[in-house]
């Protein structure tokens, strides 16, 4: 059996692992490439494997640097099948169509301010093509075993969103995991991982492999924030990832409005998907930590934004009020709307709840940036910005290195570190290496590994 790291090798997104055996050839996970120029145009390059000898692809979540590649391979005749949990199926079909949508609004865009250096720009995929590919997806259950070929495969839920999953294959006498993004052990949304069985072979995330996350009361951190904010009259800007985090600030805001630890003010969800999303977390009751009621309160606390039109008239409302909108590391979306309007106004606050990607207009601004190119145009960073701690999806090396001690692992299993930056990479295989048996080493992008 062979591995190639088409992606999420040497970087944390474009997640693309081709399994290859004497009789059949899988993609776990077929994720974009995000953040930095240079990373983004992996994206238009051919791929390294002839689409018509593909079997399928094995998806370990929705998020985007993990599925978002999946209609160029509809685009370019990919017909077999996408495996996945029934809810990252859900998420995708939401997730997929709107990445297709953004694409074809940034490409007309550069073509009506001729900003290409290309005539008429093209999108590396447009809303139908995310529309159609969602034929290929066959969702299943986790730790329902499933035969494809010469592989058995099944998944095992890992907490971080709904429906993520460890896939593990078995093949040639041979159980290797891939991880996909593990969750916390302590969550204050979505359920632990569950235990890994033994493996011959490991690929790990190591997103946080050089960071802790920050030991805080983020119910508190929020609070603070939020009536600092309200004291001095200001609004509050959250840029906030559709899947996942949407759902945990509805959460933390109907808890605190509800205890009377901030002041019942209006909260409104910018966000047509993140809406969507939050309706699909009530129907996965089994996944994450909330009850039917709490998951209801949430949604009812929270004004829905869906139209255009519901966005434009948030520069109406008056004083205070909080604005949740996408996108999570401010690359596209309302926010940037909301952005151009009150960046650039020291009452306001933007809180960041999630990881920013390296060159990332969220990135730029939590490193200090004092003026941001929306659009085409700079604005002033004037507001006051925030990093709300603690709400991370990922478990931090610490919380990665308990998850292996609760699983079947041999104390020797070979482990190959994948979806981190170099100096996560390398933070994490030294950390493991001091303090396992874990035989860990860093896997190299295009790299082929024979198992």
């Not at 009259?233 to 949407?246: D, E, K, Q, T």
């Not at 960041?352 to 659009?375: L, P």
């Not at 709400?391 to 482990?415: C, K, N, R, V, Y």
């Amino acid at each position: 059996m062979n591995i190639t790291f088409l992606g999420g090798a040497e970087t944390v997104t474009g997640s693309k692992f081709l399994v290859e055996t004497g009789q059949t050839r899988v993609l776990v996970d077929c994720g974009l490439f995000q953040g930095y120029k240079w990373l983004r145009k992996r994206n238009r390059e051919p791929l390294l494997f002839d689409i018509a000898s593909l079997d399928a692809v094995l998806l370990t979540h929705a998020h985007l640097d993990h599925s978002g590649y999946i209609p160029v391979l509809y685009k370019q005749g990919f017909r077999g099948a996408v495996y996945t949990h029934h809810a990252t199926r859900e998420l995708s079909e939401i997730l997929l169509a709107d990445s297709g949508h953004l694409q074809e609004e940034e490409a007309h865009y550069l073509g009506r301010h001729k900003l290409s250096k290309h005539e008429t720009p093209e999108p590396l995929y447009n809303q139908d093509d995310a529309d159609a590919c969602m034929e290929l997806f066959q969702p299943v259950d986790f730790h329902e075993e499933v035969q494809l070929g010469d592989i058995r495969f099944h998944l095992r839920p890992v907490g971080h969103i709904l429906g993520a999953a460890c896939i593990i294959i078995e093949t040639e006498g041979k159980r290797i995991g891939f991880s996909g993004d593990v969750g916390r052990l302590n969550d204050i949304f979505m359920r632990p991982p569950a235990p890994l069985p033994a493996l011959d072979m490991l690929m790990l995330e190591s997103t946080y492999g050089d960071r802790r996350h920050d030991d805080v009361d983020s119910l508190s951190q929020l609070a603070d924030i939020v009536n600092e904010t309200v004291n001095k009259g200001g609004n509050i800007l959250i840029p906030a990832f559709a899947v996942g985090r949407a759902q945990v600030l509805q959460h933390m805001f109907t808890i605190l409005m509800k205890a009377g630890r901030i002041p019942t003010l209006p909260i409104y969800l910018d966000s047509p998907m993140a809406i969507d999303v939050s309706e699909i977390y009530c129907r996965y009751e089994d996944q994450h930590r909330l009850s039917s009621s709490e998951c209801h309160e949430m949604c009812s606390t929270v004004h829905y934004s869906r139209s255009v039109q519901d966005s434009k008239a948030l520069a109406d409302q008056a004083y205070p009020h909080v604005i949740i909108a996408g996108s999570g590391m401010a690359t596209g979306g309302r926010i940037l709307h909301h952005f151009k309007r009150l960046l650039g106004k020291h009452r306001t606050t933007v809180i960041f709840a999630g990881y920013q990607a390296g060159g990332t207009r969220g990135a730029k601004m939590v490193g200090g940036a004092e003026r941001i190119k929306i659009h085409g145009d700079w604005f002033p960073v004037k507001a006051r910005l925030e990093v709300l701690s603690g709400l991370s999806g990922h478990g931090d090396f610490a919380e990665i290195e308990q998850w292996l001690a609760q699983s079947d692992l041999a104390p020797e299993t070979p482990i190959n570190l994948v979806h981190g930056n170099p100096e996560a990479l390398e933070a994490m295989r030294d950390h493991l290496r001091m303090n396992t048996r874990f035989a860990v080493d860093v896997a190299s992008y295009r790299s082929i590994l024979r198992v």
